[in-house]
């Protein structure tokens, strides 16, 4: 049965060929192919830079828009949701 898994950095759907890669090319179960390639993060960035970069690129995609919710409102969300997420976690 597939689950539906979310990207352990940015919180987007993982859906087939949105998988990111490990060294070897085989495919990585936890992030996407934007925050994850060929065994590594793309981009060594703070959470707070990754909610940034996902809220301009869900406005900028109309994601937003198609969801009926304000800038403001999916800022709130992320700021829930992303601290839970595995990449950003307080391990202490
Ligand atoms: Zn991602």
């Known amino acids: ?9 940015c919180g987007m759907p993982l859906t087939k ?6 060294h070897d090319g ?6 996407c192919l934007y925050c994850y390639k060929h065994g590594a ?7 707070e830079d990754m909610i940034a970069i ?7 995609s109309g994601i ?3 969801q009926g919710k304000t800038e403001e409102e999916t800022l ?5 949701f992303f ?3 595995k990449r950003w976690k307080k391990s202490s």
């Open 54 to 60: 996902s809220l301009q690129h869900m406005k900028e």
């Open 76 to 80: 709130e969300f992320m700021n829930s």
């Open 17 to 22: 060929g949105t998988h990111g890669t490990e």
């Open 1 to 9: 049965m597939d689950e539906m898994t979310y990207c352990q950095s």
């Open 41 to 47: 993060f793309v981009d060594d960035c703070t959470m």
């Open 26 to 31: 085989s495919q990585n179960s936890e992030y």
């Open 64 to 66: 937003l828009e198609e």
């Open 83 to 85: 601290p839970d997420l």
